[in-house]
């Protein structure tokens, strides 16, 4: 298994514009998670979805984010507008459900950079 | 609600020492504990897992966690720390294997020569 994988590793854009990272997430998995690390917050959780379905979204900051699992095998995180303080890691994670499981498997996850 | 404390924002040890990371975790049930290791520029790698059973677990690169009840801890240990384990570490506490993991602030661990 590839294990759960995450384009761009990096994106640098300008403020104002619309950034979308990907995430492929280990198949057979049922819940996927999105994360996002900066060095004053640390480890945030974004939004997270359990057979393609959002369960939690609260962690979102704003309007700006949106997230979307449209099949078991794919998950889009996008910012629109994206801002200067945006600049983070994002980090995807898949689990599964069944079994004793092997808690998150994280992605290489994708560093922006909004300018 | 489930949290967890990792009390210990930086530690330095000196290549070869053993090593002891905390982790206190405040859960109502049994709870599902981990250990991830964080290297620079890189996610986040599963070190350990307890979920029931022996509270002693074993790891992955030599790493070892004690599941304490009474004194609600998950500490990570090491006997003989390399210079490749410096990085940043994180404990995680969970309801069941595939929820939501609630994550401790990290430890940030620098080896000496």
């Known amino acids: 298994d590839a294990g759960v994988i995450q384009s761009p590793r990096h994106e640098v854009t300008e403020m104002g514009q619309e950034v979308t990272l990907r995430c492929k997430p280990i198949?057979?998995?049922?819940?996927l998670f999105w994360y996002r690390q900066t060095m004053m917050r640390g480890l945030e959780l974004l939004i997270y979805f359990n057979n393609n379905v959002p369960i939690d979204d609260s962690g979102m900051p704003e309007d700006r984010f949106s997230a979307k699992m449209p099949n078991a095998s794919f998950s889009t995180l996008k910012i629109q507008p994206s801002e200067p303080r945006d600049s983070a890691v994002y980090f995807c994670?898949?689990?599964?459900?069944?079994?004793?499981?092997?808690?998150?498997?994280f992605g290489s996850g994708t560093r922006l950079t909004v300018v | 609600a489930q949290s967890v404390t990792q009390p210990d924002i930086h530690i330095t040890v000196s290549e070869g020492a053993s090593l002891e990371l905390r982790c206190n975790y405040s859960y109502g049930a049994t709870p599902y504990l981990f250990w991830y290791v964080q290297s620079p520029g890189q996610g986040l790698q599963l070190l350990l897992k307890y979920f029931s059973g022996d509270t002693l677990v074993q790891g992955i690169k030599g790493f070892e966690a004690e599941f304490k009840r009474s004194q609600s801890s998950f500490n990570l240990r090491k006997p003989s720390v390399h210079w490749s384990d410096a990085a940043e570490y994180f404990c995680?506490?969970?309801?069941?294997?595939?929820?939501?993991?609630?994550f401790g602030g990290g430890t940030r661990l620098m080896v000496k020569p």
């Open positions: 994670a898949s689990s599964s459900s069944t079994g004793q499981g092997y808690g998150y498997t």
């Open positions: 995680a506490v969970g309801a069941y294997a595939g929820n939501m993991l609630t």
């Open positions: 198949s057979g998995h049922d819940y």
